[in-house]
């Protein structure tokens, strides 16, 4: 049966004796199959080949993997900031979703600030979203954006916490790019001189909240996406995210399902974005996944995450890198730079609201061709 391979090979990723649980949240169910990620160690892979190897290969098959932050001094800062997220988190969606909505600034084509409730389609049935969420914006909190966004008191009086957050997670990706440049045999500091910190990029950190939904009319609380930058670095505590497995990590016969990814405490979820799939002409892999509610007993829960999305740098051209052990290729002919195509692909499901009719719902659903 494909569950009981998945879980299986889960079991066998980490070792069960381990309490990876958060103690004051209702627990995972044990009994539901969980993708297959492997689990990494930062700390391993500062200093292990064979463990960067490990990293090389989730980021080729899966394109998600588990990184293990404990007992390295960044990564316990990365944990313990987070927490402080977790925290902020609640306190900050007190403010409420008028008071927010004045820092939505599609209207003004930028994804950075606050969407809103039900403001994106999720699915070809023209359903729209059960989420809202926050994208603070790197260069903003940098001072290097040309027009910095107004963006709620709450979040400058957490300046200190937000640059620092914003540091350490670039530096992780720093390291984790470094990694992936030496197993692509590409000129050294090459994919590191394409996302520099003090260069203007649409790195953000996201915090997002979904609500406990009505047992009788659960659906998709973010819709089926791929990231579209380079790295990203998610914290959860509640189960709810999915992927969906590529045919080669689904047994023989059997179609993909989408699958939970379950949290892991002292750990962040790590997964690849289009950009890295498209600068190295597929052969890294950025996986489709999406957020339905929590499962078990977590479904009465409100469900927060928070995320750092990396992107190379506003005008790098999105396209496949010369070099190394990059296939030979045709490029998909979309040439966009960085900030274009992230523009582009963050605002195109939030041209709606609930005023638009079903019809034109689908419709948009159906450009995106994430139906396919
Ligand atoms: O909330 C999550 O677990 C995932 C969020 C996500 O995939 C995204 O914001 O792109
Ligand atoms: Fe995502």
């Known amino acids: 049966m494909t569950t009981e391979t998945i879980t299986n090979t889960h079991a066998s990723l980490y070792q069960e004796s381990e309490d990876f649980s958060f103690p004051t949240l209702p627990p995972f169910p044990a009994d539901i199959p969980t993708a297959p990620l492997l689990r990494l160690s930062l700390s391993s892979l500062r200093s292990s080949s064979e463990e960067s190897g490990r990293f090389f290969t989730a980021s080729k098959e899966l394109g998600f993997f588990y990184l293990d932050l404990r007992n390295d001094p960044l990564g316990e800062e990365l944990l313990s900031q987070s927490s402080r997220f977790f925290d902020l988190a609640p306190k900050f969606y007190k403010l409420g979703r008028e008071e927010l909505s004045k820092y939505d600034y599609k209207n003004v084509g930028s994804y950075m600030g606050y969407k809103g409730f039900g403001s994106a389609v999720v699915d070809e049935k023209g359903n729209l979203d059960r989420n809202e969420f926050y994208n603070i914006p790197k260069d903003d909190f940098f001072g290097i954006s040309e027009k910095p966004f107004t963006h709620p008191d709450i979040l400058y009086q957490n300046t200190d916490l937000i640059k620092s957050y914003i540091n350490n997670s670039h530096a ?103 950009a890295m799939t498209k600068f190295t002409g597929g052969l890294l892999r950025s996986n489709i996944h999406r957020v339905v509610s929590p499962p078990g007993e977590q479904a009465e829960e409100t469900r927060y995450s928070v995320v750092y999305f990396s992107r190379p740098e506003d005008e790098v051209v999105l396209k496949r890198l010369e070099g190394g052990v990059i296939p030979n290729g045709q490029d998909d002919g979309e040439a966009m730079n960085s900030k274009e195509w992230i523009k582009l692909q963050a605002l195109r499901l939030r041209k709606v609201g609930v005023e638009k009719s079903e019809e034109e719902r689908r419709r948009l659903w159906e450009e995106t061709g994430r139906g396919s």
């Open 172 to 274: 992780l990706i720093t390291l984790l790019l470094n990694h992936l440049n030496t197993h692509l045999q590409l000129p050294e500091g090459t994919l590191q001189s394409l996302h520099r910190l003090n260069e203007p990029s649409g790195d953000q950190i996201r915090i997002i909240k979904s609500p406990p939904q009505p047992p009788s009319d659960q659906h998709t609380a973010l819709g089926k996406h791929t990231d579209f930058g380079s790295l990203t670095l998610l914290f959860n505590q509640l189960g709810g995210l999915q992927i969906l497995p590529p045919p080669s990590l689904t047994p023989a016969g059997k179609e993909p399902e989408w699958t939970y990814v379950k949290p892991l405490r002292g750990h962040c979820i790590i997964n690849l974005g289009d």
